[in-house]
C-alpha cells in the first residue's frame, strides 16, 4: 500500500554545487537556518523542518532546470542566467561572486570594439556574446569554448575573447587587455520561474536571504 501523507511535496532550492560561488550560497542559506547538507558528501539534503530539499548543481546548469519547473528557487550566477536565455526572475542579488564578463584582445591591438568586426571572439558565454555583439552592430563570428578561454587567442583558434573578469590578473597573465563596456556585471543572484516568484515558500525564503544579504552590507 502507498503511504498517503498529508505534507506538501517539498520545496527544491539548487545551489552551485562547486567554484567560486559555491561555499557562500551554502554559507547564506546555513545562516538562514536550513540544513543544506555538505555537497562534498552528497548532491541531495533533505530538510525536513524546513519540508525543503536541497541540489547541489552546477551553476551554470541551474537556470535551464528552474526554467523547466523542476526546481523551486536557486542560485547561480547572473551570467549564466543571461547566458540561458530563460525566463527567470532575479529575486534578490546575494553580494558575492561579483565579476563582469569583457571583451578582451591582445594588448598591442586598438582599444575600439569595431575591432571585432570579421573577427572571431571565443567565449563560455556564446549565446550572451552574440546578442551582445548582435546588440552593438558588430558582425563577429563566436567560437564555443567550455573553459581556459584567455588561451584562446595564442593557439589560434580567435583573435579575441569575452570572458569573466574579476581582478584582471589573468587577462595581464596572458598578455590580453579589456575592450569596451561590460558584455554584463554579474553577481550571484536567487532566482525562480517568474510564475512561482509569489509562492509563499519563495517570498519567505527571499524575505529570509534579504535580511542577511542586507546586515552584511551594512
Ligand atoms: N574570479 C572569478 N572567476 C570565475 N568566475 C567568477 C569569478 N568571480 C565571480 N565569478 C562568477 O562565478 C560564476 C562561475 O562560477 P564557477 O566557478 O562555478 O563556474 P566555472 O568553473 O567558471 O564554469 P563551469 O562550471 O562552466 O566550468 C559565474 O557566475 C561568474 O561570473
Ligand atoms: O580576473 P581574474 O581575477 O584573473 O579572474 C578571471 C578568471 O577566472 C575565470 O576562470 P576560471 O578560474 O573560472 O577558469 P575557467 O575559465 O577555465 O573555467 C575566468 O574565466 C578568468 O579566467
Request: aromatic fraction near 4%; charge should be neutral; proline fraction near 6%.
Amino acid at each position: 500500500m502507498p503511504e498517503f501523507t498529508s505534507e506538501a511535496p517539498p520545496y527544491r532550492i539548487a545551489l552551485p554545487h562547486k567554484g567560486v560561488l559555491a561555499p557562500k550560497a551554502r554559507e547564506l542559506l546555513l545562516a538562514a537556518g536550513y540544513r543544506c547538507g555538505t555537497p562534498s558528501e552528497r548532491l541531495q539534503c533533505r530538510d525536513p523542518g524546513n519540508n525543503t530539499e536541497f541540489l547541489y548543481l552546477r551553476a551554470r546548469d541551474i537556470p535551464p532546470l528552474v526554467a523547466e519547473g523542476l526546481i523551486d528557487a536557486a542560485i547561480t550566477g547572473r551570467d549564466f542566467v543571461a547566458e540561458s536565455e530563460r525566463d527567470l526572475v532575479e529575486l534578490l542579488a546575494l553580494g558575492f561572486g561579483r565579476a563582469s564578463v569583457h571583451y578582451a584582445v591582445p594588448a598591442g591591438e586598438d582599444s575600439d570594439l569595431h575591432v571585432l568586426h570579421g573577427r572571431r571572439v571565443a567565449t563560455a558565454l556564446p549565446a550572451l556574446t552574440r546578442r551582445d555583439l548582435a546588440g552593438r552592430g558588430i558582425d563577429a563570428r563566436v567560437v564555443s569554448m567550455t573553459g581556459a578561454v584567455e588561451n584562446a587567442v595564442h593557439v589560434g583558434i580567435a583573435d579575441a575573447i569575452a570572458d569573466v573578469v574579476d581582478s584582471g590578473r589573468t587577462l595581464a597573465a596572458h598578455g590580453l587587455k579589456i575592450i569596451g563596456p561590460p558584455l554584463i556585471r554579474s553577481e550571484a543572484v536567487l532566482i525562480a520561474r517568474p510564475d512561482r516568484a509569489s509562492r509563499s515558500a519563495t517570498v519567505e525564503l527571499t524575505r529570509q536571504l534579504a535580511a542577511l544579504v542586507y546586515t552584511t552590507a551594512a
